[in-house]
């Protein structure tokens, strides 16, 4: 199902979107982009969270190494 909607572009975007998708081939065009979109951010999503949980062992342990600096620093400020 098809739903027609109006959105607004710069003269600028609309010179770039005549040169990549010739009239009559908007519509498909502008969805590709939209889906394409979707899915890259879903993807970049994916992997963000798989390298955090990758690397939160060594996020723990340089927190760890840096919590007694923090302390010594929080104690001298606190005289």
Known sequence: MQRRINISLSEES????DHLAP?????RFIEELVKRSARDRSELRRLLK???L???DLDRQIAAEWDP???????KLDK
Do not use: K, Q, T
């Open 50 to 52: 798989e390298r955090a």
């Open 54 to 56: 990758r690397r939160a």
């Open 23 to 27: 009239r009559g081939d908007r519509s």
């Open 69 to 75: 600096a923090a302390d010594e620093v929080w104690h």
């Open 14 to 17: 609309v010179r770039l979107l």
